[in-house]
């Protein structure tokens, strides 16, 4: 039997961790009005034996709250004394806009937009260069986890370069029921990391300011797997079903103004020319019909029954594969992670 090796101590920011042991630091990010500073929490959890260095971060959009409580479940949950390499957690990341509830900072950019971000540029640019500068780049492997935006809510799935057979390996250890081959978006902590060589996933499940149950375990599961696929954690026998991997995506929008009643749920199986909504006026005397052309599964889907015409209200995924058979392990997935005894199992 090989000889486990041993860790080295870890060092970030300035603050020394010993293998086996974990630490809660903080980065420094910008001053408030009052020259009350501002800081990005940070717990490093260093195993005793050496291995990757993960980071899981969450609130790069400040309303995302469902990361902030994986990131509170995931600390609590993980042992340094059984840890291959470190793990680092960043619960939030726009500390500004978490404070405010609001996706952006006080200059009204997206942090996720402004990667790698410098020295000199504006807030949001100066934010990204500190955070990514000081952490980011210091991993091998990142999860940046995300919801869908305020009113819109998205069923669990991955967004991952594809095209690296490294983020391939882990979007399909995460598991989520669909993975998307999504491609780099300029200013994104995801393509920046990917230009260091860095794989990166990025998480999609629930709405913008409201904690989602599935949404929440769906993640939790799929850390662990990824953990134990890169060697940091044993690996255990239960595995979630095979994820489906999408070819293409599209929004179906609203053609008239009014209100909006919903006839599907995140995760169904929809058939071309299946009716999605009804929309109507407030009295009800005048409707019409949000029709898909295509067949697929719905992944995101608009939360608020008001809309004007043009709003995005169905994220439909398209697949290769029969979308019965897509359908199906959909559904097994969602009753597979609402099990309760995933969570008894997931450190055996």
């Known amino acids: 039997m090989a000889r486990l090796k041993?860790?080295?101590?870890f060092e970030l920011l300035g603050s020394?961790?010993?293998?086996?042991?974990?630490m809660e630091i903080e980065l420094q990010a910008a001053q408030l009005y009052t020259h009350s500073p501002l800081s990005i929490p940070i717990e490093i959890i260093h195993g005793r034996q050496a291995g990757p260095t993960l980071m899981v971060n969450a609130a790069i959009h400040g309303d995302e709250l469902n990361g902030v409580e994986i990131a509170r479940q995931l600390t609590n949950a993980i042992?340094?004394?059984?840890?291959?390499?470190?793990l680092i957690v960043v619960p939030i990341v726009n500390v500004f806009g978490f404070i405010h509830k609001s996706r952006y900072l006080p200059d009204r950019r997206d942090l996720n937009r402004c990667f790698p971000g410098s020295e000199k540029g504006s807030l949001t640019s100066r934010i990204a260069h500190t955070f990514f500068e000081n952490v980011a780049k210091h991993c091998d492997f990142i999860l940046d986890l995300h919801t869908g935006a305020i009113h819109r809510t998205n069923l669990p799935q991955i967004r991952?370069?594809?095209?690296?057979?490294?983020t391939m390996r882990i979007a399909k250890a995460f598991a989520t029921p669909v993975i998307i081959d999504s491609p780099l978006r300029d200013g994104s902590l995801r393509s920046e990391a990917e230009k260091l060589g860095i794989p990166v996933l990025t998480y999609e499940g629930g709405e913008a300011l409201r904690f989602d149950h599935l949404a929440i375990r769906a993640d939790y599961l799929g850390i662990h797997q990824v953990m134990k696929e890169i060697g940091m954690l044993r690996p255990n026998r239960k595995k979630l079903p095979e994820p489906v991997l999408s070819k293409s995506t599209s929004w179906i929008r609203a053609?008239?103004?009014?209100?909006?009643?919903?006839?599907v749920r995140l995760g169904e199986q929809v058939e071309a020319g299946q009716t999605l909504a009804y929309i109507s006026s407030p009295l009800g005397h005048q409707e019409s019909q949000v029709i898909t052309t295509k067949g697929g599964i719905v992944i995101g889907q608009q939360t608020l029954p008001?809309?004007?015409e043009g709003d995005a209200v169905f994220h439909i995924a398209y697949f290769k594969q029969d979308d019965e058979?897509?359908?199906q392990t959909v559904e097994s997935y969602i009753e597979e992670v609402a099990e309760d005894d995933w969570l008894t199992t997931l450190n055996n």
């Open 160 to 166: 991952a370069n594809l095209s690296n057979p490294e």
């Open 79 to 86: 042992d340094p004394k059984k840890l291959k390499g470190t």
């Open 325 to 327: 058979e897509v359908g």
């Open 16 to 22: 020394t961790v010993q293998p086996g042991q974990r």
């Open 255 to 263: 053609e008239s103004d009014g209100i909006l009643r919903n006839m």
């Open 6 to 9: 041993p860790n080295q101590p």
């Open 306 to 308: 008001l809309v004007n």
